[in-house]
């Protein structure tokens, strides 16, 4: 059952992996990230961390990827018919080294933890109590520094964004749709 | 039955490699972002299975911060996006090369 359940969701994240990589439309793109997101989510509450796959559903599916799919529509980037790359040649040269560097760290893993058993999953390793002692004891100089961070992520965002505009018009901008 | 927790490392090693080639070949600077982000997921997985290996919460603990930063990341990068759109009106990467030389 376990085994349908992990074959289900980690073919459900390559597959839609894949498919961000290779799809020319930017939006297709971005929602089959959401597909290997909530697969991944998936996959941390198997391997015994709910709180994690909770915070990257609403994290990752709701506010990256809805700042995403805002950008990619204000920007319009489907027009632009974005080929997957350069020349066929580099393509191939970049795909055998995916798969070559891809064997080598498969290799390597295999090769340290393929004996590796673990316990299973007791019920106050999984609790979320665990988790916030150690966030507001261990790491609590991390976290507050995490919401220093993210203050000056979102100052900078919006005086990036603002920027641009006040260099390229000089005359006020008409209102509503400008291009 | 228990899932080997070797077989999470390595769905976590083919993540990352196909972000990697597609950060290293695609051309809109979204799409370059978006393989970024896969990279970061792989990551990720790895991190949540050796705190399961090791039966110690710090791998979690590390997940939470790397999210934290993935969302500042995409906040900064699409703003610079959009910046660059509207001077541009391009996010090509091969036609943005000023910086190049």
Known sequence: MLLIVFSLLAGAAVGSAIVVVLHRNPVVSTMSLVVTLVATAGLFVMLGSPFLAALQILLYTGAILVLFLFVIMLLNVRRERTAVTHASGMLVGAGVCAVVFAGAVVRLFWAAYSETTVAPLQADSVSLIVVARELFSTYLLPFEMIGLLLLVAVVAASWVAQKGEAVESPKPPAHGDPR | ?101
């Open chain 2, 1 to 101: 039955m228990t899932i080997p927790i070797v077989w999470y490392l390595v769905l976590a090693a083919v993540l990352f490699c196909i972000g990697t080639f597609g950060a290293l070949t695609r051309r809109s600077g979204i799409a370059i972002f978006l393989s970024i982000e896969l990279m970061l997921n792989a990551a990720n997985l790895t991190l949540v299975a050796y705190s399961r290996i090791h039966g110690d919460s710090a791998g979690q603990m590390f997940v939470f911060f790397a999210l934290a930063v993935a969302a500042a990341e995409a906040a900064v990068g699409l703003g610079l996006f959009i910046s660059i759109f509207r001077l541009r009106h391009t996010i090509d990467v091969n036609r943005l090369n000023q910086l190049r030389w």
